[in-house]
């Protein structure tokens, strides 16, 4: 009776452990009219998307076949669900269709950057007619190659791929080059279905966007073209302005920067000031849909006001750490004490020097020291939720 009761014990943990197994996920990008022999991992007998999803492709499959022809109709998106013959989805593709210009720089970006270690096929990512790589690299050469990419194709591409900080530890001789990243990440929601197991919803797709090692920006859509369109622009132009920076102030033209928010028409802007010798000069860095930051503030358990200023001073003083070596300041609580600081105080520690020649490499290695001597993740939720005590600024009005 025993042996029985273990046996029955072993197949109902394996049935657990059949039915938590997660599907094969794929994304494929298309051009107009292009048509492919896709080529499933088992049988199918369905292909279902989400409800409401727009027909940008027509799929034509024999049952219990592992064959499927696709023929991109118009741009657009649309999530692939395959069942095959345990009545289980076990492949999700994820279908984007853009025009074939667009096409061609992706095919060109992909090819001369995936063999990169860190940068695959699923890290490159299209929004309308652009193309945004990300991913982690591991050495200073590697982000040289994507932002060449960059150089190369124009306002098209962006790279967006974050230099880990590991590489300061593993190549010190290397310099370590504190940039903009995104990393894009999607959440798919299961729904409850009587005959099929592991149906999805809409994908939420959710942006990440860090100076260095800190986030400073997380926003939440299932319009994937949207989130990845916007991190696209905000990498794109904070990297050119904190290059911009670093010219003029070699030069001895600019002083340091200030970061702001305000609204313009139905959007929310966040920007940045220049001051120079004489006058100012603004610069937007991203344009937000109310919805969005909506969504986002919801999340924070906060307004949008505390929300959009939490994230102008992330920037402030991250741009404050990497780029004049100084102590973090908008973002402290009375009580003094953050991550930034804790970032801060670690580099001073292992570089009494520590001073803009050196300060990116210097923060770079205390973030892994850090990293690998807390029980927690660093900055863990800190561009999510701005802490209690922080007080907004007044956002303008933009005419």
């Known amino acids: 009776m025993g042996r029985a009761s273990f046996c029955i014990g072993l197949l109902l943990l394996a049935c657990i452990a059949v039915s938590a197994v997660e599907p094969n996920r794929h994304s494929l990008v298309l051009y107009q009219g292009q048509k492919l022999m896709y080529s499933t991992s088992s049988p199918i007998i369905t292909i279902t998307s989400p409800p409401g999803s727009a027909q940008v492709v027509r799929n034509t499959f024999q049952q219990y076949g592992q064959n499927v022809a696709l023929e991109a109709l118009r741009p657009g998106e649309i999530k692939l669900l395959f069942e095959d013959t345990s009545s289980r989805v076990s492949e999700v593709a994820n279908v984007v269709v853009i025009d074939k210009p667009t096409w061609e720089i992706y095919r060109r970006v992909t ?40 150089q190369q194709r124009g306002a098209q591409v962006v790279c967006g791929v974050r230099l880990s900080s590991a590489a300061s530890v593993v190549f010190p001789d290397q310099p370590y080059v504190p940039s903009a990243s995104a990393e894009i990440s999607e959440d798919a929601p299961k729904v409850t279905s009587s005959s099929t197991e592991g149906v999805e919803g809409a994908s939420m797709w959710t942006v990440l966007v860090r100076f260095g090692d800190v986030p400073v920006m997380t926003l939440g859509s299932t319009n994937r073209s949207l989130v990845v369109g916007e991190a696209g ?24 920067t200030a970061f702001t928010t305000y609204q313009n028409g139905g959007k929310f802007v966040i920007g940045i000031q220049w001051k120079f010798d004489q ?121």
């Open 111 to 150: 090819g001369g950057l995936t063999g990169i270690d860190g940068i695959n096929v699923e890290a490159i990512q299209v929004a309308g007619n652009r193309v945004l790589i990300t991913g982690n690299v591991y050495s200073a050469s590697d982000l040289e190659k994507c932002r060449s990419m960059e």
């Open 279 to 399: 006058g100012t000069r603004g610069d937007k860095l991203v344009e937000l849909s109310a919805d969005e930051v909506q969504a986002a503030a919801n999340r924070s358990s906060g307004g949008i006001d505390r929300l959009l200023w939490w994230w102008c001073a992330i920037l402030q003083d991250s741009f404050r750490l990497y780029e004049l070596a100084q102590r973090p300041l908008k973002t402290l609580p009375p009580s003094g004490r953050n991550d930034l600081l804790e970032l801060y105080e670690k580099s001073v520690q292992i570089d009494s020097k520590f001073d803009r020649n050196g300060a990116a490499a210097d923060l770079a290695r205390s973030y892994q020291l850090l990293s690998l001597a807390s029980d927690k993740q660093l900055f863990e939720n800190f561009a999510v939720q701005p802490p209690s005590e922080f007080q907004a600024g007044a956002r303008q009005e933009k005419r």
């Open 233 to 256: 622009d905000f990498v794109k132009r904070l990297n050119a302005a904190v290059g911009d920076w670093k010219t003029r102030t070699d030069r001895g033209t600019v002083y340091p």
